[in-house]
């Protein structure tokens, strides 16, 4: 979950009694651009996998 949706405690709870899934807010302000960027050097063959432990 990302942007002002998981800012919202109580949509996060509903959400995730709703789907019974585990919900999960990332500590960074980014995750999508993060994810992209990731992606990214994979497709550019900067790094081999996404496996890697991003900050």
Not at 22 to 34: A, F, I
Request: charged share 20%; hydrophobic share 45%.
């Amino acid at each position: 979950m990302s942007g002002w949706l998981a800012r919202n405690a109580l949509y996060l709870r509903e959400h995730a009694d709703a789907t019974g899934c585990s919900v999960m807010v990332p500590d960074g302000k980014e995750p999508v651009l993060l994810g992209l960027a990731m992606l990214g050097a994979v497709a550019a063959g900067d790094l081999p996998d996404t496996k890697q432990r991003w900050r």
